[in-house]
Nanobody, 126 residues
Framework: QVDLVESGGGSVQAGGSLTVTCKHSSLYSTSNCLAWFRQAPGKEREEVAAIYTYTDEPYVADSLKGRFTISRDNAKNTVSLQMHSLKPEDTAVYYC???????????????????WGQGTQVTVST
């Protein structure tokens, strides 16, 4: 079992920045895919970004490249999502997910992830 706890959500004005962080329990494998997804009200959950822990190679949804970045701190067992130039349409609950003993192949497929956090709300106002 992998525990994932998100934090850092909140309210921000459009054009601002926010970082959300996911703290995870110790991973027994060096090869894992840690990802962020989001779900806006009335919409399906969608992929945001992922990072492959063996190489720290990042993956970001095409529509978010240039504004969102993902990073991790192995010593702190955290993976963070840095969000810039936020827009009202970025308003959503942001979820952390983990696929253990895996690569980030097909990282955008939420069915790939067995472990999920409870989510943290991000609200962007005009």
């Amino acid at each position: 079992q992998v525990d994932l706890v998100e934090s850092g959500g909140g309210s921000v004005q459009a054009g601002g920045s926010l970082t959300v962080t996911c703290k995870h329990s110790s991973l027994y494998s060096t090869s894992n895919c840690l990802a962020w997804f989001r779900q806006a009200p009335g919409k399906e959950r969608e992929e945001v970004a992922a990072i492959y822990t063996y190489t720290d190679e990042p993956y970001v949804a095409d529509s978010l490249k240039g504004r969102f970045t993902i990073s991790r701190d192995n010593a702190k067992n955290t993976v963070s999502l840095q969000m810039h130039s936020l827009k009202p349409e970025d308003t959503a609950v942001y979820y952390c997910a983990a696929d253990i003993l895996a690569t980030c192949h097909n990282w955008s497929d939420e069915e790939k992830y067995r472990h999920w956090g409870q989510g943290t709300q991000v609200t962007v106002s005009t």
